[in-house]
């Protein structure tokens, strides 16, 4: 069961394909009327509705022509008609193949010769079919390649008009290969097939098409940069774009033998650097230009640092000169805070407290336990560069003024008094301290005093 099933499986596969392949074709338009160029020479253009193209494989419907020449005017022969026209779904001929020449096939005996076009003044245009289009009043050198050793081939022509000058190249490079036809001031009479034959009875041919024809004017936006030849068929028109610009379309165009330009005149796009879109609210865009020499400048919001270019250019190629900038918050890492001393207001700009890192603008506000003398700032800040304004204070074990005892003044007089130490009483007139030597107070290493101030007695109590 299995087996056959799979079997049948396989078959629809196989068939379906085809089907589809045949629905899709009539979808297109096709129809059993249509003709198919299959396996076409490799050297063949074809031009169809006067547009050529390079394909080995194309369709045309019923009644269409087509033209057809080998691809590098003279160094392939055209074997067939250059016309085929459909009819039925048949070709009305063979289609056409391309033989090489002499300058292909090492100038062989048995190649006939390629025939080359030189014109050194004036302008020309191939046509579909292959023939040349001439505009009238040039000079054309038609240059028949064969080795000199084996002989002289020989021009002939279709025209009355007149005879032509033929013979060997001079130049000593061109001497011994080129066998030229010279048509001064091509006149519309000088139309006509011109053929080198070669001793062996080989021959080559082209055919001279002389034909007034222009193109109309172009007409070139700024700010494009363009050399315009001129007008005539067979002239060319070469764009460029300044710095900044990329050229959109071709960057030449000809003149065709049709009075057509071969293509739509091209424009000057400006080139932009990519879009910078600042998601970051910490950065600030303060120039924004993305044409090609333009600027973008950033800045950090107050308390951030900036990572990177403050200001990137946009370059010639459309890239920036650098990626933009980061912000990084700026922060003052909580200090080290001395033994005895203590915080007491921790003003964050979050406004969030105990946590090791601040702001920029964070206060800290010390204090000292009793007893202690706070020694340096009692405040700090932290700075724009990431550091605190000052260290912590430092507490450090003091004395504090013991108060003046009744009818006394206590000396040295201070706010706070180091361990060691020591103070005297000196008693107000009529006052004495104890005539008994006493003990001076001494400011002792836990800050408190040795003992009080001896108190100051009247004369008459003593
Ligand atoms: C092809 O070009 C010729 C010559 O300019 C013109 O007369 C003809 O109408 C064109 N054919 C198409 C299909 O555009
Ligand atoms: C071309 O012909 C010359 C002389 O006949 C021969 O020496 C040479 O090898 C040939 N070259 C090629 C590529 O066939
Ligand atoms: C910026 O945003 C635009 C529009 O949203 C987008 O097309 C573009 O790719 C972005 N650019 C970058 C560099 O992400
Ligand atoms: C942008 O920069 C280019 C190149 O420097 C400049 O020519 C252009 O005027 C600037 N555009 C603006 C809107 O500033
Ligand atoms: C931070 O800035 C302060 C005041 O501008 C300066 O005195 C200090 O040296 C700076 N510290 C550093 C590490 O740059």
Redo the contacts with the bound molecule.
């Keep these: 069961m299995m087996t056959v099933n799979l079997n049948s499986l396989w078959f629809i596969i196989l068939i379906i394909p085809g089907l589809i392949g045949q629905s899709y074709a009539k979808q297109d338009g096709l129809t059993s009327l249509d003709c198919k160029l299959d396996g076409l020479h490799p050297f063949l253009i074809i031009t169809y509705k006067n547009i050529t193209i390079a394909a080995d494989k194309i369709t045309i419907p019923h009644s269409e022509r087509v033209t057809v020449r080998c691809r590098e005017l003279g160094r392939y022969k055209l074997i067939g008609d250059p016309f085929l026209q459909c009819r039925n779904g048949e070709w009305n001929n063979k289609p056409p193949s391309c033989l090489p020449t002499t300058s292909i096939s090492n100038y062989s005996e048995n190649a006939p010769p390629t025939i080359l076009f030189g014109l050194p003044t004036g302008s020309a245009a191939i046509e579909p079919s292959g023939a040349l289009a001439v505009f009238p009043g040039s000079i054309l050198h038609l240059e028949c390649l064969f080795a000199r050793q084996l002989g002289n081939p020989e021009w002939t022509w279709t025209s009355t008009f007149r005879q032509y000058l033929t013979g060997w190249a001079i130049a000593a490079s061109e001497k011994d290969w080129k066998y030229r036809l010279s048509i001064y001031y091509v006149k519309n009479q000088d139309s006509g097939v011109y053929t080198c034959s070669t001793p062996k009875g080989l021959t080559n041919s082209i055919r001279i098409h002389v034909i007034d024809l222009h193109c109309p004017t172009l007409t070139v936006a700024s700010p494009m940069i363009s050399r315009i030849q001129g007008t005539r068929m067979g002239h060319k028109a070469e764009f460029e774009c300044p710095d900044g610009y990329r050229l959109e379309g071709p960057q030449r165009l000809n003149c065709q033998y049709n009075g057509k330009w071969s293509s739509e005149v091209p424009h000057c796009e400006p080139i932009l650097c990519?879009?910078?879109?600042v998601t970051n609210p910490r950065l600030q865009v303060l120039a924004y230009n993305n044409t090609v020499g333009g600027r973008a400048s950033f800045d950090c919001m107050w308390g951030n640092n900036l990572i990177g270019e403050a200001t990137i250019i946009c370059r010639d190629d459309g890239k920036w000169s650098s990626p933009p900038p980061h912000c990084f918050q700026i922060i003052c890492r909580l200090p080290a805070i001395p033994k005895n001393t203590k915080i007491i207001e921790d003003r964050s700009s979050s406004g969030k407290k105990r946590v090791r890192v601040k702001k920029v603008g964070s206060l800290l506000r010390f204090a000292c336990l009793p007893s202690h003398q706070l020694i340096g700032e009692a405040s700090i800040i932290c700075m724009e560069n990431g550091t605190w304004s000052h260290d912590p204070p430092q507490c450090e074990v003091r004395c504090p003024y013991p108060g003046d005892p009744p009818h006394g003044k206590i000396a040295p007089l201070k706010f706070w008094y180091k361990p060691e130490d020591t103070i005297q009483v000196t008693c107000s007139p009529g006052y004495v301290t104890p005539l008994e030597p006493v003990k001076r107070p001494t400011c002792r290493e836990n800050g408190m005093w040795s003992g009080p101030p001896p108190p100051c007695r009247s004369y008459r109590d003593v």
């Design positions: 990519p879009q910078i879109n």
